[in-house]
């Protein structure tokens, strides 16, 4: 009887190890990536395009940029289709600091509903890139569609206590959706405003409008536009209206106006990339396959 309760105990001890040494496999890994992320100083600019456009809508942007800079930004790719997989092209350089990362969507489609449910994609793609790259906080710049996306972001989905956007800057995004009066106030910019008080004090925000005519880039009312005021005034740090003229100021040209460059180089990109980051492993390496992130919400 005395063998068989001290089997019965050896037994229960041998299950309990068992089951604690993962655990603390686990807990250890966790609190390891924990401290990376926490000294990372990788801060890449993520950039989202609007309506129609794919991952390569910012290619000739990317050449000019990096044709101007000492500093060559890596361009990593990253495409979210409609079942939540994610398709990485591109890679990151080891050491480089500030990454430029595109994140597309399968669904590119214009409307309302689309574009809260790229927001929940948009939020699936930067866990997993998070958790490939260790990184704490980065800038985000967004064409059209792509601005409303990850103003959403920041209302359902940003948890700054793990990584935080830092910067925002909107181009032609059209907040009043295309109307072009203030007082006729959508569904979209409504939620947006019953929400803003989700989003981050501490971002810094630039809204860039086109005008063709001086009421329209072409495509999106400059009211419209301006209508992001109500968002972000008085609600983040720093809340910025620029409007840009000229030749290259129509809602597709935006992004690769000169002066938006400008803006761009010398207020969201950082130039204090001398120091170098810790590599991580998974840094430089060509993807071209899909992956199953995950869809923590």
Do not use: C
């Not at 000294?39 to 000739?60: C, E, H």
């Not at 927001?119 to 967004?142: D, P």
Request: net charge neutral.
């Amino acid at each position: 009887m005395k063998n068989f309760n001290r089997s019965i105990i050896i037994a229960s001890l041998l299950v309990l190890v068992i089951l604690i040494f993962p655990t603390l496999a686990w807990s250890h890994s966790s609190i390891k990536n924990m401290e990376q992320r926490h000294n990372s100083q990788m801060s890449p600019v993520i950039w989202v395009p609007g309506s129609s456009a794919d991952q390569d809508r910012f290619d000739d942007i990317f050449k000019t940029i990096n044709t101007g800079s000492h500093v060559q930004h890596s361009v990593l790719k990253v495409e979210i289709m409609k079942n939540d997989t994610i398709k990485y092209t591109g890679s990151i350089r080891p050491n480089d600091l500030q990454p430029f990362i595109v994140v597309a969507f399968e669904d590119n489609s214009d409307g309302y509903t689309t574009i809260k449910k790229e927001s929940r994609w948009f939020n699936i793609a930067l866990q997993s890139l998070v958790k490939r790259y260790n990184f704490n906080n980065f800038k985000a710049i967004g064409h059209s569609n792509g601005g409303l996306v990850l103003s959403f972001f920041l209302e359902d989905y940003n948890n700054s206590d793990e990584v935080h956007m830092t910067k925002l800057l909107t181009m032609g995004s059209p907040f009043n959706s295309y109307e072009d009066s203030l007082s006729n106030k959508t569904v979209m910019l409504n939620d947006l405003i019953n929400d803003r008080s989700k989003i981050d004090k501490n971002l810094t925000v630039y809204s860039i409008t086109g005008t063709e005519d001086y009421s329209s880039d072409g495509t999106v009312p400059e009211a419209s536009v301006e209508a992001g005021k109500y968002v972000f005034q008085k609600q983040v740090k720093k809340y910025t209206q620029i409007t840009v003229t000229g030749t290259t100021a129509a809602h597709s040209d935006l992004p690769s106006n000169p002066e938006t460059l400008d803006i761009i180089n010398k207020n969201i990109i950082s130039k204090d990339t001398k120091k170098k980051a810790p590599p991580a492993p998974t840094q430089d390496i060509k993807h071209k396959h899909e992956v199953k992130p995950n869809t923590r919400d």
